[in-house]
């Protein structure tokens, strides 16, 4: 019988079947796209990110992300990471170097999409194939999550983002964040000679007219953009827990708050290790306590910005305040790094 089956090969699906490879246990990814898999983001990952990658034997290349910039018509603020460095790098740079590790562990990976789950009292059966436990990271919107009733309320705050790419040296190594009063427009270099532009907000308007909110960025990448835009939203997605029985969720199935301060892959990575770790210590129980210790920091910055975010009158205050404060604002970053 197979150990481990995941629902969904990105980021935390690969992860989780990694982990579990390397912990000699038998891994099988359902997933019904073929490699490497693109997906409206950042494109930053942040310096434990990097580590946890690393740590899973995945060495990806990408331009050195030195800290963290904002700014707002004239002024700015920022913070670098302390002591290490993230990375930009496309998503489909990611994607391919975590197939491939995986692939080089004997993790089988098959083509479909996890639906139906059917759970006895020692396995659980879905797409055909059966194990003993299965790790959901079919992500934001999961399907399993929804499935096994697992979907926590709906929220009135309603985010989107929208991502493209831009023939133009990066003129930095920081990722910067451009605020506005319709919402934020993130920069982040990765090499190449390429850039990637995501803008978060609550409105659904099309892309140009966000960037437009932005006027001194627009201006810079005018006529550079390559590539189509990818959208994804609404962002936050509540779970009204991260295990069913034989099920766990991880990444963005297991909850999402936002974007804002770009943690999806450190989080999508950290909590597919917790998982897989819990499952292989014969303690699948501690996995929830472990998620929540794993994410308060990122669930408790992450709320409060975008609190502060979604009013008008509070985020014309976030870059001031920033510029102010430098070293709480450094305080902030490092906490997330």
Avoid: N
């Avoid at 995945?58 to 707002?72: A, F, K, N, T």
């Avoid at 550079?224 to 069913?244: H, K, Y």
């Avoid at 129980?285 to 709320?303: C, E, F, I, V």
């Amino acid at each position: 019988m197979i150990d481990v089956l995941v629902a969904g090969g990105g980021p935390a699906g690969l992860a989780a079947a990694i982990r579990a490879a390397s912990l000699g246990m038998e891994a099988v990814v359902v997933e019904p796209r073929t490699a490497p898999v693109d997906k409206a983001c950042g494109e930053g990952i942040m310096p434990s990110g990097v580590a946890a990658l690393r740590a899973l034997g995945v060495e990806v290349s990408g331009h050195p992300l030195r800290g963290i910039r904002y700014l707002e018509g004239a002024r700015s603020a920022e913070a670098e990471f302390r002591g290490r460095t993230g990375l930009g790098v496309r998503r489909t740079a990611l994607h391919t170097a975590l197939h491939a590790r995986a692939v080089e562990l004997g993790v089988r990976i098959v083509r479909g999409k996890v639906a139906d789950v059917r759970q006895g009292h020692d396995r659980v059966t879905a797409c055909g194939l059966t194990a003993r436990w299965l790790i959901a990271a079919d992500g934001l919107h999961s399907p399993v999550r929804r499935g096994l009733g697992l979907d926590g309320p709906a929220t009135a705050v309603r985010r989107y983002g929208l991502r493209r790419h831009y023939r133009v040296t990066p003129w930095t190594e920081f990722v910067e964040v451009h605020w506005s009063r319709h919402g934020e427009a993130y920069v982040t270099p990765l090499g190449d000679g390429l850039v990637g532009v995501a803008v978060l907000s609550g409105e659904r308007l099309g892309y140009e007219r966000h960037l437009a909110a932005f006027p001194r960025l627009a201006a810079m990448l005018l006529g550079r953009d390559t590539g189509s835009v990818r959208g994804a939203g609404p962002l936050r997605q509540q779970a009204r827990a991260r295990q069913a029985g034989r099920v766990l969720l991880v990444g963005d199935a297991a909850g999402y708050v936002d974007a804002l301060t770009g943690e999806g892959v450190a989080l999508a990575v950290a909590t597919a290790r917790a998982a897989v770790d819990s499952l292989a210590s014969g303690r699948p129980q501690d996995y929830p306590a472990s998620w929540g210790r794993l994410t308060l920091r990122h669930r408790l910055l992450t709320g409060g910005l975008l609190a502060l975010a979604r009013r008008p009158a509070t985020a014309r205050m976030i870059v001031p305040a920033a510029h102010r404060a430098p070293a709480l604002f450094r305080a902030a970053v490092r906490a997330l790094q």
